[in-house]
């Protein structure tokens, strides 16, 4: 089975900074996905940024971006520029590629806060 | 287009009661999961239906339960509710015609047992 850890509870940033939040990941799958996911107080859980673990340059978003290291199996995700709005819990996530469905495993999640 | 919709948002039951949870997807979508999250064990694959049929599920008892309708509107069951059952329940869609597609989330509906 799939494991997914993310080793920091709780993050914080001083606004306009830059902050890196890591994963990582246990699989012995070559073809799968994996996922940033935000939550803000809302608790809806909004995508941030996905990566393919076929492509090996680094998904990005805006001021999301990644570093994915396959053999290292780590996902981390750099968010450039905070701003107030950055500040949710953040929650890595994997799916299987090989077309058995939906099924995400969650790391623990991490908590962001920005500072003004 | 809109959104991932689930009904009820909020729902307090008492023990040994059921529930029904309700996610209708964005239109197209034909996969539907369904998630637990609680402050204890995270968010946890409760199970994904798709074109009716539950594809996938989650390390849950037998009291967890769902189905999917033709129109890919989906239900989440929970009978002889457990005090441990309270949680925010994410239902989640995807179109799954290329499988490589991603998930969105609905709002969740939050339960609480007394």
Not at chain 1, 40 to 55: D, F, G, H, T, W
Not at chain 2, 43 to 58: A, H, I, M, P, V
Request: net charge positive; glycine share 8%; aromatic share 12%.
């Amino acid at each position: 089975a799939q494991t997914v850890t993310q080793s920091q509870p709780e993050m914080s940033v001083q606004e306009a900074e830059t902050v890196t939040l890591s994963c990582t990941y246990d699989t012995s799958e070559s073809d799968y996905y994996l996922f940033w996911y935000k939550q803000p107080p809302s608790r809806q859980m909004i995508l941030v940024i996905r990566q393919e673990a076929y492509k090996q340059q680094n998904a990005t978003e805006n001021r999301f971006s990644v570093n994915f290291q396959k053999a290292a199996k780590s996902f981390s995700l750099k968010i450039s520029d905070s701003q107030l709005g950055d500040a949710a819990m953040y929650f890595c996530a994997y799916r299987t590629g090989n077309n058995a469905g939906n099924m995400l495993t969650f790391g623990g999640g991490t908590r962001l806060m920005v500072k003004p | 287009k809109a959104g991932v919709t689930q009904t009820p948002r909020y729902l307090i039951k008492t023990r040994g009661q059921q529930v029904t949870l309700s996610c209708s997807p964005i239109s197209g979508h034909r996969s539907v999961s369904w998630y637990q999250q609680t402050p204890g064990q995270g968010l946890q694959f409760l199970f994904e239906y798709f074109s009716e049929t539950q594809r996938n599920k989650g390390n849950f008892p037998g009291r967890f339960s769902g189905r999917q309708f033709s129109n890919s509107r989906s239900e989440m069951n929970v009978s002889t509710l457990e005090l441990g059952d309270s949680a925010l329940y994410l239902c989640a869609s995807s179109p799954w015609t290329s499988g490589r597609e991603t998930q969105y989330f609905g709002p969740g509906t939050r339960l609480l047992v007394l």
